[in-house]
């Protein structure tokens, strides 16, 4: 169950595009290559936001140190 | 009549016996001195007033029991009974349970808790550590039947339904209340359970809330690498959990706002961005748009054509120029040529013949002298318009002309 961590990477390249088109001072090829990754980043985005659906666990632990996993009802 | 005599031990144990037999459990109020934590854990002290001091004990089983701390020149009230401790002499007042005068047992407990992280630097906001902007597994460490749970729930999958949910049930009230809380928080750092872990439950009386002040729960949020949201009930002011966590919340449902970004905020955010990169780019595009018109219409790129123009011109004056002067030099040319034919055509044989030379050829060869004639030689002579054949008669060397 490892935890997501994309969508947060994202959100900062996205911040971080932005605010450089925002400078304009990059060239105009670099700009459109920036613009089309924004927007698939957007697109991800959205997707992420779309398509999850919540999962909850409930979690012990066992006297072994492992985890006892079962869904929470 | 015979001296009744006692033994030591006979006398001590009459008294142990009138003492401790006399005197009931009792309640008694003074103030706490020479207060010793004897390394078994049983707890020593004497108790005084203005003119008088008692010794006394509290047993280890008793002392664990007890919530707070006692001090030097603390006013306590303990419940007890005076006991005689024959092989020292001594009586001592064996305490089995005590209480703060003036305040009440947890309150001083919370107080003295309080005062000691504080001094640990337990409550610095500097080392408080940031909540994730944007976590994707919350962990919720509470009862997993209470409202709280059900709170916190409904507010994660109306905001963030795009988040996951470790529950890791614990008892948040009771003895073993505490221990569970903090092991829980450890478990979830064992083994990365989430980015934020809220731990809480819902409003209640001091002692209900006791868990969330206890040092071991305090020492687990201490410790945890993961940000710890506290979200206790609201009924008292502040535990010693919600001092030491990274985030206070009032309650459950407050803290699992404060947890995630609500999906339509975020939503929102990503409208922002697209607008804020659009309106960036058509900036962009206007900008060079305009450099473009700026240059097209500079007075640069004007006189430049005008360069063009006249560099063209230049070069149209070369060419005719160069064409005319070839043409002169083709005439002056063709005018010699001329001159040249007219005076080779001067020298021509025929024209010499016209005007009277003639060509004196033997054999077909051309004779230019006459020491090539021998007497006899038949010659041919070419003139202008016909030829003689002639014979050698005589020949000498003397020209006539």
Request: net charge neutral; proline share 3%; aromatic share 6%.
């Amino acid at each position: 169950m490892p935890a997501k961590k994309s969508f947060e990477q994202a959100l900062r390249r996205l911040e971080e595009i932005t605010e450089t088109l925002e400078e304009g001072q990059a060239s105009l090829q670099k700009s459109i290559k920036l613009y089309e990754e924004a927007y698939s980043l957007i697109d991800f985005c959205r997707g992420e936001l779309k398509s999850a659906e919540q999962k909850i666990k409930k979690v012990t632990g066992k006297s072994d140190g492992t985890l006892k996993e079962e869904d929470f009802e | 009549m015979e001296k009744n005599i006692y033994s030591v031990s006979e006398l001590t144990h009459t008294i142990k016996n009138l003492l401790e037999t006399s005197l009931p459990t009792l309640w008694l109020e003074g103030e706490v001195s020479n207060y010793k934590r004897h390394y078994s854990q049983h707890l020593y002290f004497s108790l005084k007033d203005e003119s008088a001091q008692l010794s006394a004990v509290m047993w280890r089983s008793r002392a664990q029991k007890l919530p707070f701390q006692l001090e030097d020149g603390m006013r306590i009230r303990v419940l007890g009974n005076v006991k005689v401790y024959p092989p020292a002499g001594r009586y001592q007042f064996d305490v089995l349970e005590a209480e703060p005068v003036g305040t009440g047992s947890l309150q001083m407990a919370f107080e003295q808790l309080k005062r000691k992280l504080y001094a640990l630097g337990w409550f610095d906001e500097a080392r408080k550590k940031a909540l994730p902007v944007f976590p994707r597994r919350i962990a919720l460490i509470t009862s997993p039947t209470g409202a709280a749970i059900r709170d916190m729930l409904n507010v994660l999958k109306r905001r963030a339904p795009y988040v996951d949910v470790v529950v890791l049930p614990v008892a948040v009230q009771g003895e073993r209340a505490a221990g569970e809380i903090a092991r829980a928080i450890n478990l979830c750092n064992r083994h990365s359970l989430g980015d934020v872990i809220i731990v809480g439950r819902g409003g209640g009386s001091l002692e209900d809330l006791w868990a969330f002040n206890e040092e071991k729960v305090a020492e687990a949020i201490f410790h945890s690498h993961i940000p710890v949201i506290s979200a206790v009930g609201h009924e008292i002011d502040y535990t010693i959990a919600d001092l030491v966590a990274d985030m206070r919340a009032p309650t459950p449902s407050a803290a699992a706002e404060l947890a995630v970004v609500d999906k339509e905020a975020l939503m929102g955010k990503l409208g922002d961005y697209e607008a804020r990169l659009r309106q960036a780019m058509d900036n962009g595009l206007a900008v060079r748009r305009r450099q473009i018109e700026q240059l097209e219409q500079s007075h640069a790129l004007r006189r430049w054509d005008d360069q063009l123009f006249q560099h063209h011109q230049y070069l149209d004056g070369i060419q005719s120029r160069l064409e005319n002067a070839m043409n002169v030099k083709m005439r002056e040319m063709r005018t010699g040529l001329e001159k040249l034919e007219l005076s080779l055509r001067a020298t021509h044989p025929k024209t010499l013949m016209a005007r009277g030379y003639s060509l004196t050829l033997k054999n077909g060869k051309i004779i230019s002298s006459v020491s090539n004639l021998s007497e006899g030689d038949i010659i041919t002579t070419e003139l202008s318009d016909g030829s003689v054949e002639s014979t050698v008669t005589r020949h000498s060397a003397k020209r006539i002309m």
